[in-house]
Every structure is written in structure tokens, then in C-alpha cells.
């Protein structure tokens, strides 16, 4: 029997599998496999920007002298494992001050309430989330009544909308919405400071088309071929050195891991590699888009 649960795995590996860019790992996590849970070594990206997530899952801890912002709590289970790559790389978990997400699924925001709990971080979310987010999943306009796919239901103390600054101790995150993998899908960027030079770091949120969404007569998703769309023209207007993303798969983090204090270049600078993803991702959309179209012409 194929369930949502099994579909949703097969969005990630397709999202992974089928980028064409020459340095991105597949992404061939399912939910509940050990690839979302296996412990990555926590370590410094550039400027104050770490990695704290595990192989499968990507979390950023961005690094402030008034406190920290966390993006993505992940699993309901990752929480101690975010906790102790923080831990490990010197820094007090309870020192979290604001807590983002990429997009309200389970796999990126089911530990917002524990963390909430653990730390008093203010949990901010893009306007199009925030429904999803409260109802811990359920009224995700494709996986709300799956039950395995429902999380913790998690209070948001702030909404954020789109062109929104998130500002902490001199770091200042800007939240661009770019919405259709979910409605209030965010891509967070901000400039940071390596060897005295700035970078623009950009964090997707994700741009992939799920197996079974409908981007055709969608009815409770009316706009989402239109969301999608005005997504992929901010993802190619935005400046982009670093570029990161919801998952480690999205930008190869695990071959760029190794080259990382290789003693050449940083590997996570790749602006051929974003235009590339973004590209591909682009591509990919409208090719299912016109297949839908197509079909729904010969209903």
C-alpha cells in the first residue's frame, strides 16, 4: 500500500537524484531512516554561520554576541542531537533567542516545541505557514489528514511576511517567500564576513514539486502553479555567494564537508552551483506543470 508517508520520501529522492549539478549528493533519505537521524559533524560554514543538523536533515546555527537563531528544529527527535552540535562547538544551547523554519513540514519544524520549551527562543514563521504550523501539520493543504505526517502543534510568537528582517546582535536575516512546496516556504539569505571580504549567503527553503501535489485545478491550493512560479523569479534575482539549503543534498554538503579546511578555497562559495539547482528546479517544475495541464485539457 503506498502511503503519503512513502510519497513524501520519493519527493526528497527525486529532488536529490535528479539535480543536475555535478557536485550534489543524492538525497535518498526516507522519513524515519537513519540518513534524517545520523549525527553530522557540527562545524563552522563561513562567518558565524554553522551547521548543526544531521547528514540528512540540514539545521543552521547563526552565531550572535546578543544570543543565537536556530533555522529548522527538524524531527520531533533531533533535538538532542541539535543540542549537542551546538554544545560541541562551544557555544550554550540555552543561549537560542529566535527560532525560524524553511517550510512547516515535519521534517523541518517537528521539534519547534521542544526547543521552545528547552530555551524560551521566540518562534517566528512566514505568514503562509504559521495555520500549518499551529495545527501541528493538519491543515497542510496536501498531507493534513495523514496522521503519520502530524508533529507537536507549536505556538508562533511572531508572523513574518515577505521581504521580513530578522535582526539579532549585528546579524540581520532576510526572509523572501517563496512559496508552492508549501505556502509559506521561506528562503532565508544575509551577508557575512570571511578573511574581510562579504558574502551573501542563501539558505533555500525548498523548490521541489512533491509526488501528488496537483498544480493543476488544485482546490485547496488554488494558486500554487502561480506561487511556484514567482518563487523561481526570487530565487533568481537573489545575489548568492554561499549557497545552503533545507537539505545537505540540495548543495552536495557531503562532498564539500571533506574540502572544507583542505586548505583551498571554501567549497560551500558556489554561485555556479545555486544557479544551477535553481535551474534545474525550475526546469523540473514546469515540466510537470505542463504535463498537468496537458492532462487536464483531455478531461
Not at 553530522?40 to 546555527?61: C, D, K, Q, T
Amino acid at each position: 500500500m503506498i502511503t503519503r508517508l512513502m510519497l513524501f520520501a520519493a519527493a526528497l529522492a527525486l529532488a536529490g537524484g535528479l539535480v543536475a549539478q555535478a557536485n550534489a549528493a543524492p538525497d535518498s533519505a526516507a522519513p524515519g531512516s537513519p540518513d534524517w537521524s545520523e549525527p553530522f559533524p557540527p562545524h563552522r560554514m563561513i562567518g558565524n554561520v554553522y551547521y548543526v543538523g544531521s547528514r540528512g536533515l540540514a539545521s543552521y546555527l547563526i552565531t550572535t554576541p546578543a544570543g543565537h537563531i536556530l533555522i529548522n528544529s527538524n524531527l520531533k527527535t533531533s533535538v538532542p542531537l541539535i543540542r549537542e552540535s551546538i554544545e560541541k562547538l562551544g557555544f550554550h544551547f540555552k543561549d537560542l533567542k529566535i527560532l525560524l523554519i524553511s517550510h512547516a513540514h515535519f521534517d523541518h519544524d517537528a521539534g519547534s516545541a521542544e526547543i521552545k520549551k528547552l530555551t524560551g527562543a521566540k518562534y517566528m514563521v512566514m505568514d503562509g505557514d504559521v495555520g500549518v504550523v499551529e495545527s501541528g501539520g493538519q491543515s497542510d493543504f496536501q498531507y493534513g489528514d495523514d496522521a503519520t505526517l502530524r508533529y507537536p502543534a507549536t505556538k508562533v510568537d511572531q508572523v513574518l511576511h515577505d521581504g521580513e528582517q530578522v535582526v539579532l546582535g549585528g546579524a540581520v536575516l532576510t526572509a523572501h517567500k517563496t512559496a508552492g512546496h508549501t505556502r509559506g516556504c521561506t528562503t532565508w539569505t544575509l551577508r557575512v564576513n570571511e578573511a574581510g571580504k562579504a558574502y551573501d549567503v542563501v539558505i533555500v527553503g525548498s523548490p521541489n514539486v512533491n509526488p501528488g501535489y496537483k498544480l493543476v485545478n488544485n482546490a485547496s491550493y488554488p494558486q500554487i502553479a502561480d506561487d511556484y512560479a514567482r518563487g523561481f523569479q526570487v530565487l533568481k534575482s537573489i545575489p548568492c555567494d554561499v549557497f545552503l539549503g533545507a537539505h545537505g543534498s540540495y548543495f552536495g554538503m557531503e562532498s564539500k564537508y571533506p574540502r572544507l579546511n583542505a586548505g583551498g578555497a571554501n567549497p560551500y562559495i558556489d554561485p555556479a552551483g545555486y544557479k544551477s539547482y535553481v535551474a534545474d528546479r525550475e526546469q523540473a517544475f514546469l515540466s510537470e506543470l505542463q504535463k498537468q495541464t496537458a492532462a487536464a485539457k483531455k478531461q
